[in-house]
T-cell receptor, first 107, second 112 residues
Framework: GEDVEQSLFLSVREGDSSVINCTYT??????LYWYKQEPGAGLQLLTY?????DMKQDQRLTVLLNKKDKHLSLRIADTQTGDSAIYFC???????FGAGTRLTVKP | DAGITQSPRHKVTETGTPVTLRCHQT?????MYWYRQDPGHGLRLIHY???????DKGEVSDGYSVSRSKTEDFLLTLESATSSQTSVYFC???????????FGPGTRLTVL
């Protein structure tokens, strides 16, 4: 079946940049998504990128898409302690989510 | 936040008992989904619905059934709960199958 893969953990210091990576196999998704889950809560849409784009910037967030390699990344600039959460990438074409990357931001 | 509620929010039950979880939306979205979230597995799709009375299986559908008799409600039933079904269950909705999904707050189910 189709898979979405992410590394499970990332730890950074406050003020550094965070880069969360994702690889996917589904090529039918028109959009690719990043969701954020804070403790005890459901997932919230963080950002998305249209599949024919290479990059999208939204304030501190930068999404890069390498369609040839089926690689998606999320960069958070100037990471803050409030960014600590689990981040999921999603390729909705086959309703699959990655396992989630737990981002820990140390002061 | 999208108008999605889940009930109950927490439930503890015993092995072998039936359990029904409810998802209710006020957004009139066509698609509704049930996922379970387990450590190391992320979100896995159980069942989804693409309209009233139209449902289909997801990746981990064994032991679960669903029903959608109204646009706004999507029920997930565990006919005979097992300890392996201890999990956090999330409902989601979307306008179309490839659109952004909006998630409910989750139901934490413990099967003893």
């Amino acid at each position: 079946g189709e898979d979405v893969e992410q590394s499970l953990f990332l730890s950074v210091r406050e003020g550094d940049s965070s880069v969360i990576n994702c690889t996917y196999t589904d090529s039918s998704s028109t959009y690719l998504y990043w969701y954020k889950q804070e403790p005890g809560a459901g997932l919230q849409l963080l950002t998305y990128i249209f599949s024919n784009m290479d990059m999208k910037q939204d304030q501190r967030l930068t999404v890069l898409l390498n369609k040839k390699d089926k690689h998606l990344s999320l960069r958070i600039a100037d990471t803050q302690t409030g960014d600590s959460a689990i981040y999921f990438c999603a390729a909705p074409g086959d309703m699959r989510f990655g396992a989630g990357t737990r981002l820990t931001v140390k002061p | 936040d999208a108008g999605i509620t889940q009930s109950p929010r927490h439930k503890v039950t015993e092995t072998g008992t039936p359990v029904t979880l409810r998802c209710h939306q006020t957004e009139n979205h066509r698609y509704m989904y049930w996922y379970r979230q387990d450590p190391g597995h992320g979100l896995r799709l159980i069942h989804y619905s693409y309209g009233v009375k139209d449902t289909d299986k997801g990746e981990v559908s064994d032991g679960y059934s669903v029903s959608r008799s109204k646009t706004e409600d999507f029920l997930l039933t565990l006919e005979s709960a097992t300890s392996s079904q201890t999990s956090v269950y999330f409902c989601a909705i979307s306008l179309a199958g490839v659109d952004t999904q909006y998630f409910g707050p989750g139901t934490r189910l413990t099967v003893l």
